[in-house]
């Protein structure tokens, strides 16, 4: 009797890689926040890839080329935009894993689940001018090199613009959360990384002023609006996907279960 | 006796402190930048010093030293448990704040009613920038210390460590201030 009752003994994983992995997929209890984790880390090394060296728009080319130098830019690159944003086009829906991963470690705090809800709603709009538009204003305009010159300059600005001046999206989505981790008493999330976020919002509103000035340290391309911009940025977001790394090695599915929905209305 | 110990040395939360580290470096990059800039153009930067308020200058920098006094004096109090003194005078400081935001925004009206804008030249886009960023961190201490006044209101809440923490980010936008203020009214 008592032998037909007990919970049967855990099956232990094999010893060999692919047996670990197919034993982890089997009964790992965390295995959707592991792949969204990692789907993650692919998309964030891809986005760099792409940005930074295959289309080389990242750092931003010079905000006040004349017309001619824009045309040449484009012809110059013209193989990289069309392969590197083609990649991101194809693999733009893993940003959506960031976001899915965030909002969850929102719901596991003790706050209102309207946190949740803004920072889904507001990254769900970010990615569109943010990312999106500047892929396709830039292919756009080196699909057709033979374009008027002047719709060339068009897309060129409309690219770069797009990237670094619709920053005020993501910065309210970094407040959203940071008031999330700062009022949370679950302790999901460390209190500095809370202050961070704040930190993040406030040097993200620096990019604004690349809509006004097209030369020197405020320009799409300056020290300040984009250099020093990127830097923390950079930081931030490989301390964020850390913390969100840890979250998930640090929760027990049985104890951290997600609040029901309709408790919670 | 160990969490008195660190009391004793890191007033509130020790990550309000790395907050404080952040923005320090950040705000260094920008003033390194703007001083490469000044380096640049001398003349430029010069002459467009001469054309700020200095003596608004000099009156927010002296609102904002006496809020900071007022805080630090506020967190004086509640360590004492004079909670109605540190009430006191933590409205001394959001009217400190206030009062800066208002007299910088004058200033400002009175450069845009001169013709200098963010566009005038490369000091005037460092003037509005650093100004500007200060402001927005000003605005966000003066939600620092509503969180302050809402924690001294209510007998239940009261946590010196809130408290100190919340004076911890207005000391750093005081600071701020002063380099901010150094650098683009004072130095020649």
């Not at chain 1, 905000?63 to 733009?92: C, K, S």
Request: aromatic letters at 16%; a positive charge.
């Amino acid at each position: 009797m008592t032998a037909a009752l007990a919970i049967p003994a855990p099956v232990p994983p094999p010893a060999s890689r692919l047996g670990r992995i197919a034993w982890q997929w089997r009964h790992n209890p965390k295995l959707e926040l592991w792949l969204a984790w990692y789907t993650i880390v692919v998309f964030y090394n891809v986005f760099g890839i792409v940005f930074f060296v295959v289309t080389r728009t990242k750092p931003p080319p010079k905000a006040w080329w004349g017309l001619p130098r824009i045309v040449e830019w484009f012809a110059e690159n013209r193989l990289g935009l069309l392969t590197g944003f083609g990649t991101i086009f194809f693999m733009g829906a893993f940003a959506t894993a960031s976001t899915a991963l965030i909002v969850y470690s929102i719901r596991r705090m003790s706050v209102s689940p309207a946190f949740a809800w803004s920072y889904r709603l507001l990254y769900s709009l970010a990615a569109v001018p943010g990312m999106l538009l500047t892929c396709i204003a830039l292919v756009a305009g080196a699909m057709r090199l033979d374009r008027d010159p002047r719709l060339l300059g068009l897309l060129y600005d409309m690219g770069f613009l797009s990237f670094s001046g619709t920053m005020g999206i993501f910065l309210v989505g970094s407040v959203v959360w940071a008031v999330a981790i700062l009022l949370d008493r679950n302790g999901v999330l460390p209190k500095w990384f809370g202050y961070f976020n704040i930190c993040n919002a406030l040097t993200e509103v620096v990019v604004a002023t690349c809509c006004i000035v097209k030369e020197g340290p405020f320009a799409w391309n300056g020290v300040i609006a984009f250099y020093i911009n990127m830097v923390v940025f950079g930081i931030y977001t490989g301390v964020f996907i850390t913390y969100l790394k840890q979250m998930i090695e640090h929760e027990e599915p049985e104890r951290d279960y997600l609040p029901n929905r309709l408790a919670l209305l | 006796m160990a969490q008195t110990a660190k009391r004793e040395t890191i007033p509130g939360q020790p990550a309000m402190w790395v907050l404080v580290m952040i923005e320090a470096l950040t705000f260094s990059a920008y003033f390194v930048v703007y001083t490469v800039c000044y380096r640049r153009s001398p003349e430029l930067f010069l002459q467009s010093q001469g054309q700020l308020h200095l003596d608004l200058g000099v009156l927010n920098t002296i609102v904002l030293l006496t809020s900071s006094w007022s805080i630090a004096r506020c967190v004086e109090r509640t360590r004492a448990g004079d909670f109605a003194a540190a009430l006191a005078n933590v409205w001394l400081t959001i009217a400190g704040g206030l009062i800066f935001c208002a007299m910088k925004l004058y200033d400002w009206s009175m450069a845009i009613g001169q013709g200098l804008t963010f566009t005038t030249n490369d000091f005037f886009q460092f003037y509005y920038f650093l100004t500007g960023m200060h402001l927005l961190h000003v605005l966000v201490g003066l939600i620092a210390l509503g969180v302050i006044v809402y924690q001294l209101s209510g007998p239940q809440r009261r946590s010196r460590e809130i408290v100190e923490t919340c004076a911890t980010y207005w000391h750093m936008v005081d600071f701020l201030w002063v380099i901010i203020f150094a650098l683009l009214y004072v130095m020649r």
